[in-house]
């Protein structure tokens, strides 16, 4: 019988990354578990995004532990977002976010990633430094070229000027891919900010095991509830599987 998710412990905590201080909060299953998810939100997003409440609530009913952490400048994280933003200040983060866990509340504990849109470049940016045992991401661009605003994806990318994207947002992480393993790949075939085709590379250049999940008209925000669904059940899944090697 799985824990039950009512008796889960929520923790909420502050951690440094450089010189800002970042908020996030833990979800612990009742039973003490030595598995935990790392979760990175998207551009614009923070760490009470419904896909990772829906997915720390997934992990706690298997027994794995989940933090979700506001990236500098996001949420209740210090920073000003137009100045601390980038794809190597994310990253940074994220490693500081390890650390936490690795030290101050989980020694030890086995570690997998979860990351959408902007995090899931993070991820894949900082995987080869970390060794996850498994990464998960939702529509990741592999460069900067489809999160910069055209119009059509304004609503994604805000209304921040394009010199701001220009200065801050530039990036290209293939070179980082063909280290990256035990990944799943979720990408929508009518992504309307990142094409599917940077889904599709992605999986080209990581390395086995991987797998790839192409929701027929899904689009960046994973809106259907059936897309949603799939991704919960897919990504339970893999990290049960994954993280229990």
């Known amino acids: ?17 450089d010189e800002f201080r970042l908020m996030g ?10 598995r935990i998810v790392i979760g990175c ?3 614009l997003s923070d760490r009470t995004s419904p896909k990772q409440l829906a997915l720390a609530r997934k992990c706690i009913a298997m027994g794995i532990s989940y933090f979700a952490f506001d990236h ?4 209740q994280s210090n920073g000003n977002f137009e100045v601390v933003t980038t ?6 983060d994220l490693l500081a976010a390890i650390k936490f866990i690795q030290t101050e509340t989980d020694p030890g504990s086995r570690f997998g990633l979860f990351g959408s849109s902007m995090g899931g470049t993070v991820c894949l940016a900082t ?23 055209s119009g059509r994806n304004a609503e994604d990318t805000g209304k921040f000027p394009p010199s701001f994207y220009r200065k801050k947002l530039q990036f290209d992480i293939t070179g980082n891919i063909s280290v990256v393993d035990n990944l799943l790949i979720f990408h929508g075939d009518a992504d309307e900010t990142v ?9 080209s250049l990581a390395t086995e095991p991987k797998k790839m999940i192409i929701q027929r008209d899904g689009d960046h925000r994973m809106s259907n509830p059936a897309h949603q669904r799939e991704f919960i ?7 049960q599987n994954r993280m229990a090697l």
Not at 127 to 136: L, W
Not at 195 to 203: A, E, L, N, T
Not at 233 to 239: P, S, V
Request: hydrophobic share 40%; with cysteine.
């Open 72 to 75: 500098r400048g996001c949420g």
């Open 87 to 92: 794809l190597a200040a994310r990253s940074r």
């Open 1 to 17: 019988m799985p824990p039950s998710i009512s008796k889960m412990t929520i923790t909420e905590v502050n951690f440094m990354a």
């Open 195 to 203: 094409p599917v085709s940077h889904g599709r590379k992605i999986f």
């Open 127 to 149: 995987a080869g430094q970390i060794k996850p045992r498994a990464i998960v991401t939702i529509a990741a661009p592999v460069n900067s070229a489809s999160i910069i605003p």
């Open 41 to 43: 939100h998207g551009l």
């Open 233 to 239: 059940q897919e990504t339970a899944d893999w990290y």
């Open 25 to 34: 909060t833990l979800y612990r299953p009742p039973m003490r578990s030595n």
